[in-house]
């Protein structure tokens, strides 16, 4: 069992991982332990100091040890003396907005909770427990539910919370996060993800300091700029070392994480949507679901936790027939024609990829409306013949006679004002009376909260998918959301608008991946603007960014590995010199780049020369080869590329027996030894071919004193070798 309870002590046990907390005599539910198995009741580690200046609830009476606003708790809520970031916040119909839960009772169930309207991490009823507390305002009939699903082999502990009003006055919720992790010791440091278009996801470690730190979106969409997802690690937490939590938030809206050391050093991080672009009238007897937040934690380094993450977002995340297998090694027209073509050009492209080997061709934004730049078009969702003469239909099988898949680019939750569509409806886009709306790549955004907007989207997207063999969706959204208001919601409602939007995208993908499960979805924003688990639940692939330049990718593909499993990183190869940075890399090195992910080609292969084109087709070959162990093996980070001369990274087979080492040393230097790159997770024991030689080492000896890399020459040179197990 994962979950046990002893009194009110509440144990949560993952294979390696333990959780604990406990309603104490006046029912307030105390947090006591998120960290490494140490088979103990940890509520020995509660200390009562003097409050000094914390107030104490009135139940305390005079006792001057005991404060809401010092203890660790389980889930901290706003005005009732607990200073701290809270988890929830709500305004009463008298305007007050205290909030003292208190504990009433649990439940326990076999399986994983879902959420109604949002996605979540999902398992069979063997593989995971769903533990619910049930909590109680002192005053109202406000419930607090926490939820905690444990899955146990993975090492991993989702959240999520519920309100339910059952009293019969409306309130407004303020702030629903869905996590709270209170730590009352430890020196710790955070990894938050910060970037911008063509940059997304760069890692940041810094000391935990007094105060608040705070990563968080409020542009509507998960965002280039941070991502929901940070680790916290101890002091010297390494790759392969130390001790580290990480939380993961599966929501592609707005969102706050909030990290705060207090007075007496302990430390908070609360996880949820955006406050402040979020409020909710929960009428009385109704609910309210707050997303989810994916927990877990190593004792071996953060290596290890990635692995965590990528196996559950990867095998309990991830849906739909693409889930596990390998996904077709794809050519897409963006970089190779941008918006100046036609079909004539498209199948030029194909026949070259088709002979190369590539499973399928992507047309991208340009097909659809009037649509020759990005000033017009979006929402008119039908061919636009004098591109493609004869229409969808034979373009289609034009491809599919090479022997390759179609794939198709839409962007649905968007209106250009020069568009049929804006004409026709000009209320469905988002903006606020009596003012002009932001523009975003000139184009506006649908009201995604009407259900006549997300029925006119189906059908038109339907009508596509129906029409010819289209077996892919890459989903694009090109700009930050502002202007929030809603003509469907009225004014103590505008609020919800953000959550709602959200919402109403997720219903959408979730009827046209149900009802399409043959089509491959891959989400985009701009690259990687709204890489999240929320996302990865419809689409197992995301566009991981519009930097193609092989040795930028290393950084953003990096920082993406904490958290997102290979197979979810949309990787292609471009043309030189660079179209974001003017950068020249060696074809092979934009390639062993691109294999870590869903790999594929963005450019036009009839430009190459004959020899490069014999190396894609190598290429290709290799890919097919390797995909499985890239995307079915244990991730291995070999370099840190934002400080080291290189960027490596490994994938070694699950039972340790093949080893695929990826990565390009950025610099050669004159007249200097080779570099020694140690590898991880072999078993030491076992001897190892290095293949296209008769060399044998123990994977002791590449793990203890590495590999000599081969000598280098040039720049931006490509690293790959593969070992077998003898
Ligand atoms: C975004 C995407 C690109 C491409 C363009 C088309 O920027 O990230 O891959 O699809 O839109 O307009």
Redesign the pocket.
Known sequence: MAVRVEGKVFHLETKNSMYQMKADEYGVLRHLWYGNKTGSDMDYLLDYPDVGFAGNIYDADTCRTYSLNTLPLEYGTAGVGDYRVPAVSITHMDGSNALDLRYVDYRITKGKYAIPGLPAVYAEEAEAETLEIILKDTATDIYVILKYGILEEYDVITRSVVVENRGEQAVTLQRVHSLCLDFPYGDWEWIHFHGRHAMERQPERQEVFHGIQESSSMRGMSSHQQNPAILLCEKGCTETSGFCIGAVFMYSGSFQTQVEKDQLNQTRIVMGIHPDTFSWRLEGQDSFYAPEVILSCSGTGMGQLSRQFHRIIREHVCRGNYKLTERPVLI?N?EAT?FDFDDEKLLNIAKEAARLGVDMMVM???WFGKRDD?YSGLGDWYVNEKKLRGGLVKLVEQVNALGMKFGI?F?PEMVSEDSDLYRAHPDWAIQIPGRKPMRGRSQLLLDMTREEVRDYLYQVISAVLNSANVEYV?W?M?RSISDWYSAALSADRQGEMPHRYVLGLYELLERLTHDYPNVLFEG????GGRFDAGMLYYCPQI?CS?DTDAYERTKIQYGTSFFYPISAVGSHVSAVPNHQTGRMTPIETRAVTAMAGSFGYELDLNTLSQEEKDAVAEQITRFKEYGPLIHNGDYYRLSNPMKDKLAAWAFVARDQSRVLIQGMIFRTEANMLRYPLRLQGLAPEKRYRLEGTEQVYTGAALMEAGILLPRSWGDYIPVEMLFTEL
């Open positions: 897409n963006w941008y991208d934004d340009g990005d680019w962007e890459k694009d090109n985009c924003s701009g690259g566009w519009d």
